[in-house]
């Protein structure tokens, strides 16, 4: 079957970096997507890696590595406005995306 | 980037009845998605609106108690019929704007609770 796995919940303080780890398994694959979405709004668009490696955007960037099925966002420089969960989703073969549970993430002064 | 507006943000309904939510996209879209999301928990997708035909449902979801409407490209419906209290729950409409590797957009949701 397919399936995303990410840490429920997360707990980092202000300033701080912080990995967020997802291991995926998917029928075929064409790209992981990562999504912030704070409590009572929309999830919106973080990242897109298709191609190994690392990508920076910013304060987030994001890594890939197909052979592992394994994916982290990561954070620097914490702000409290980060403090969000966090999606992860594969896409398929069939461009059908897979969806974790997210992870909540906690800021701390 | 697009801006979906989605209405109406929350409800409560009495069980038995319907509500129908909207959703408008201000941009050309390709595809449009429904999903529905439990408090702490994943996004489940409900069906794929297609433009002037039947919506594509996915498991465990019919079109007899969620009918979609896609009337053109920037204009969806999702109706939740005869409600149960297990209807309760956020539902969100997504859209995609360009090839099948474009992220989504979400509307900003419509939390809704049966009594």
């Known amino acids: 079957g397919q399936n995303i796995d990410q840490p429920t919940e997360m707990t980092a303080t202000e300033g701080a970096i912080v990995q967020i780890n997802c291991t995926y398994q998917?029928?075929?694959?064409?790209?992981l997507f990562w999504y912030q979405q704070h409590a009572g709004e929309a999830p919106t668009f973080l990242s897109y890696?298709?191609l190994d490696g690392l990508e920076e955007k910013g304060r987030f960037s994001s890594f890939l590595s197909r052979s592992k099925g394994y994916s982290y966002l990561l954070l620097k420089e914490l702000q409290m406005k980060d403090s969000a969960s966090y999606l992860c989703a594969g896409l398929d073969s069939n461009y059908q995306l897979i969806w974790g549970a997210g992870t909540k993430l906690i800021i701390k002064p | 980037s697009a801006v979906i507006s989605q209405k109406p943000s929350r409800d409560i309904c009495q069980r038995g009845t319907s509500l129908t939510i909207q959703c408008q996209v201000d941009s050309q879209v390709t595809m449009m998605f429904w999903y529905r999301q439990q408090p702490g928990q994943s996004l489940t997708l409900i069906a794929t609106a297609n433009q002037g035909s039947e919506a594509t449902y996915e498991s465990g979801f019919v079109i007899d108690k969620f009918p979609i409407s896609r009337p053109n490209l920037t204009f969806s419906t999702l109706t939740v019929s005869n409600m149960s209290p297990e209807d309760s729950s956020i539902y969100l409409c997504?859209?995609?704007?360009?090839?099948?590797?474009?992220?989504?957009?979400f509307g900003n949701g419509t939390r809704l609770t049966v009594t």
């Open positions: 890696n298709v």
């Open positions: 997504s859209a995609q704007l360009g090839t099948e590797e474009s992220p989504l957009h």
């Open positions: 998917t029928s075929g694959f064409n790209g």
